[in-house]
C-alpha cells in the first residue's frame, strides 16, 4: 500500500535536519531539479550546501515515482514529499537514525478522500508552516515542552511510538483502514495536540493567554496558588496554567515553577483531579481544616482505544 507521504521537520538545527534526510527518506544522490529564492539553479555535488546557504526557501526535486522532493523554508520547516508504504515503526526508524535533529514533526493525510466530499475534512496543525495532521505526528527532546505535560502523550486517544533520542510519534489512526475508518479514529485526536483550541495539550509558540490566573505567589516555593470556589476550572485556563510555567508572565522576579489549585470543596477538587493531574498542575482541597494534596499518590492507568490494541496485537 504504497502512499504519497508529505512530512514537515522543525527545530533550531534547520541545516542539520536538511542534510539527515537524503539517503533516508529521499534519493541520496544530487536532485535532478533545484530551485533556490525562486530562481532555477543546476545542482552542483554540494546540492545541499547550496540549498541551505539560501535566503528565503529552496527545492529540490528528483524524477521517479510521486516525484520526491525536499524543499527548506529559512526560519520555519524542512519539507519532505516521498512514496512509500506508511509504516509508523519504519517513520521512526528513519527520524532516529543519523538522527534528524528536529523537534516537532507533521504528517499530511494519506487519504485525499478526506479533503473531498460535501463536508471535506479539516484537520488542525502544531502550528506554523506544518502540514495538518493526517496520520502521524511527533516530538523530539525540546519539542515535548511544547507539551502541558508528557503525560498528555501517555493518555491520548491514539498510538504512541518511542524510539531512540528522546523521541516520540504519535499515530492517530490504523494506516491499514479505509478513508472513512481512518478519518473515524483520527479526529478524536487531532483536535487534542494542535494551537487554538482550548481542550488541547499543544502550547503554540506564540501562545496568548485568555483567562487571568489569579493566584497567590510563593516566592519560596515558587509557586502560583490559585484559590477555587464556587466554580469549575475549564481547560483552557489549565493550558494557560500550563503556559504560565513556560511564558513567566509575573517576570523573572517571581518564577513560576509549579501552579497548584486549592479548592475548598473537596468534591469539586476530586472532580477536576485527573484533568489538573494529566497536566502537572498541582490538586489540593480543605479536610478538616487542613490542606490536602491529592495528584500526589494519583496513579490512573491508560486506556487505549480499540484500534490500537487491534493494531498491537497483529
Same mark, same amino acid.
Given at each position: 500500500?504504497?502512499?504519497?507521504?508529505?512530512?514537515?521537520?522543525?527545530?533550531?538545527?534547520?541545516?542539520?535536519?536538511?542534510?539527515?534526510?537524503?539517503?533516508?527518506?529521499?534519493?541520496?544522490?544530487?536532485?535532478?531539479?533545484?530551485?533556490?529564492?525562486?530562481?532555477?539553479?543546476?545542482?552542483?555535488?554540494?546540492?545541499?550546501?547550496?540549498?541551505?546557504?539560501?535566503?528565503?526557501?529552496?527545492?529540490?526535486?528528483?524524477?521517479?515515482?510521486?516525484?520526491?522532493?525536499?524543499?527548506?523554508?529559512?526560519?520555519?520547516?524542512?519539507?519532505?514529499?516521498?512514496?512509500?508504504?506508511?509504516?509508523?515503526?519504519?517513520?521512526?526508524?528513519?527520524?532516529?537514525?543519523?538522527?534528524?535533529?528536529?523537534?516537532?514533526?507533521?504528517?499530511?493525510?494519506?487519504?485525499?478522500?478526506?479533503?473531498?466530499?460535501?463536508?471535506?475534512?479539516?484537520?488542525?496543525?502544531?502550528?506554523?508552516?506544518?502540514?495538518?495532521?493526517?496520520?502521524?505526528?511527533?516530538?523530539?527532546? !525540546?519539542?515535548?515542552?511544547?507539551?502541558?505535560?508528557?503525560?498528555?502523550?501517555?493518555?491520548?486517544?491514539?498510538?504512541?511510538?518511542?524510539?531512540?533520542?528522546?523521541?516520540?510519534?504519535?499515530?492517530?489512526?490504523?494506516?491499514?483502514?479505509?478513508?472513512?475508518?481512518?478519518?473515524?479514529?483520527?479526529?478524536?485526536?487531532?483536535?487534542?495536540?494542535?494551537?487554538?483550541?482550548?481542550?488541547?495539550?499543544?502550547?503554540?509558540?506564540?501562545?496568548?493567554?485568555?483567562?487571568?490566573?489569579?493566584?497567590?505567589?510563593?516566592? !519560596?516555593?515558587?509557586?502560583?496558588?490559585?484559590?477555587?470556589?464556587?466554580?469549575?476550572?475549564?481547560?483552557?485556563?489549565?493550558?494557560?496554567?500550563?503556559?504560565?510555567?513556560?511564558?513567566?508572565?509575573?517576570?523573572?522576579?517571581?518564577?513560576?515553577?509549579?501552579?497548584?489549585?486549592?479548592?475548598?470543596?473537596?468534591?469539586?477538587?476530586?472532580?477536576?483531579?485527573?484533568?489538573?493531574?494529566?497536566?502537572?498542575?498541582?490538586?489540593?482541597?480543605?479536610?478538616?481544616?487542613?490542606?490536602?494534596?491529592?495528584? !500526589?499518590?494519583?496513579?490512573?492507568?491508560?486506556? !487505549?482505544?480499540?484500534?490500537?490494541?487491534?493494531?498491537?496485537?497483529?
Amino acid at each position: 500500500m504504497v502512499k504519497s507521504l508529505r512530512i514537515g521537520l522543525s527545530g533550531p538545527e534547520l541545516a542539520s535536519i536538511l542534510k539527515s534526510i537524503p539517503g533516508r527518506l529521499t534519493p541520496r544522490g544530487p536532485p535532478g531539479s533545484l530551485l533556490l529564492d525562486d530562481q532555477e539553479e543546476a545542482p552542483t555535488s554540494d546540492w545541499l550546501g547550496q540549498m541551505v546557504r539560501c535566503e528565503l526557501s529552496a527545492m529540490a526535486q528528483w524524477s521517479g515515482d510521486g516525484d520526491p522532493h525536499l524543499s527548506l523554508t529559512q526560519g520555519e520547516l524542512v519539507r519532505i514529499k516521498t512514496e512509500q508504504t506508511p509504516d509508523p515503526k519504519v517513520m521512526l526508524s528513519a527520524l532516529t537514525a543519523g538522527p534528524t535533529p528536529f523537534e516537532l514533526a507533521s504528517f499530511a493525510s494519506i487519504h485525499p478522500e478526506w479533503a473531498t466530499g460535501a463536508q471535506p475534512y479539516r484537520s488542525r496543525t502544531l502550528g506554523g508552516l506544518h502540514y495538518p495532521h493526517g496520520w502521524l505526528c511527533g516530538f523530539r527532546g !525540546k519539542g515535548h515542552d511544547r507539551l502541558v505535560s508528557r503525560r498528555w502523550l501517555e493518555f491520548g486517544p491514539w498510538r504512541v511510538l518511542k524510539g531512540s533520542g528522546d523521541t516520540t510519534l504519535i499515530q492517530f489512526h490504523d494506516v491499514a483502514a479505509d478513508a472513512a475508518t481512518a478519518l473515524e479514529q483520527a479526529r478524536v485526536g487531532h483536535p487534542l495536540l494542535t494551537v487554538n483550541n482550548p481542550d488541547s495539550g499543544f502550547i503554540a509558540a506564540d501562545h496568548v493567554m485568555s483567562h487571568d490566573l489569579q493566584g497567590i505567589y510563593d516566592a !519560596k516555593s515558587q509557586t502560583l496558588r490559585v484559590i477555587v470556589h464556587g466554580r469549575d476550572v475549564p481547560p483552557g485556563e489549565m493550558r494557560d496554567a500550563c503556559a504560565a510555567k513556560k511564558m513567566q508572565p509575573l517576570g523573572p522576579e517571581k518564577p513560576i515553577t509549579r501552579v497548584a489549585y486549592v479548592f475548598m470543596e473537596p468534591q469539586a477538587a476530586r472532580a477536576h483531579l485527573h484533568a489538573l493531574w494529566l497536566r502537572e498542575l498541582e490538586c489540593w482541597t480543605i479536610e478538616q481544616g487542613n490542606e490536602v494534596r491529592l495528584d !500526589k499518590d494519583y496513579r490512573p492507568a491508560p486506556v !487505549k482505544p480499540d484500534w490500537v490494541k487491534a493494531v498491537e496485537s497483529r
